[in-house]
Each structure stands twice: as structure tokens, then as C-alpha cells.
């Protein structure tokens, strides 16, 4: 069982930047995959970055060079770095711990945090 917690969001205006954090609870933690994933009203949760187990990460071409993932094994904790901001990344941010496969998938993720706000205003 894993517990993770998303925090750092909130409002920024369009071009600015967030860094939201993940902590988990796992003493396994560098075993998983962690992903981070968004969810605007009304549509389905969107991928953005996966951290692989190898250490390269995944992007999504909507925030390829724009957001950039990090982690910290010894902490526990993986970090997204968000910048050049725009009002369509709005949303709930959701970090997720899995499977190395098919990392763009949500199915592949076995555990997710609650979720943190980012507003980005036009």
C-alpha cells in the first residue's frame, strides 16, 4: 500500500510558474514508476510526465519543455517544475506510483494522490 500527497499548487497568472511536490509513504519507493497526471472539468485525466525507473523521463508534447520532473528516492518524493504556464493548464494535478510500462496510461498506475488545484488565469 502506498499513500502519496500532492501539494504547491495554486493561482498563477499565465506565464508564470509552479513547482508542485509528491510524497509518498512507500519504503519501496524507488521501485515504482511515478507519474504525474491533470483533470480539467469535464474531460478525462490527461498524461504529462512519467519519472522511469531508468531515470529518463517521459513527456507529454504538451508540456515538453515547459515542465520538467524530478525525483528523490532518498526522500521519497518526486517534483514537477512547471513554468511558462498558460490558462489551458488548468486543472487537478494528480501524481500516480506504477508499473515501468506503458507509462502514458493511467491503468498502469496502481496508486494516486488526491489531487492539487493549479488555476492559471489569463
Known amino acids: 500500500q502506498v499513500q502519496l500527497v500532492e501539494s504547491g499548487g495554486g493561482l498563477v497568472q499565465a506565464g508564470g510558474s509552479l513547482r508542485l511536490s509528491c510524497a509518498a509513504s512507500?519504503?519501496?519507493?524507488?521501485?515504482?514508476?511515478m507519474g504525474w497526471f491533470r483533470q480539467a472539468p469535464g474531460k478525462e485525466r490527461e498524461f504529462l510526465v512519467a519519472?522511469?525507473?531508468?531515470?529518463?523521463?517521459y513527456y507529454s508534447d504538451s508540456v515538453k519543455g515547459r515542465f520538467t520532473v524530478s525525483r528523490d528516492n532518498a526522500k521519497n518524493t518526486v517534483s514537477l517544475q512547471m513554468n511558462s504556464l498558460k490558462p489551458e493548464d488548468t486543472g487537478v494535478y494528480y501524481c500516480?506510483?506504477?508499473?515501468?510500462?506503458?507509462?502514458?496510461?493511467?491503468?498502469?498506475?496502481?496508486?494516486w494522490g488526491q489531487g492539487t488545484q493549479v488555476t492559471v488565469s489569463s
Open positions: 500516480a506510483a506504477g508499473t515501468d510500462w506503458q507509462v502514458w496510461r493511467t491503468a498502469s498506475y496502481d496508486y
Open positions: 519519472m522511469r525507473l531508468s531515470g529518463d523521463p
Open positions: 512507500a519504503r519501496t519507493f524507488n521501485t515504482y514508476t
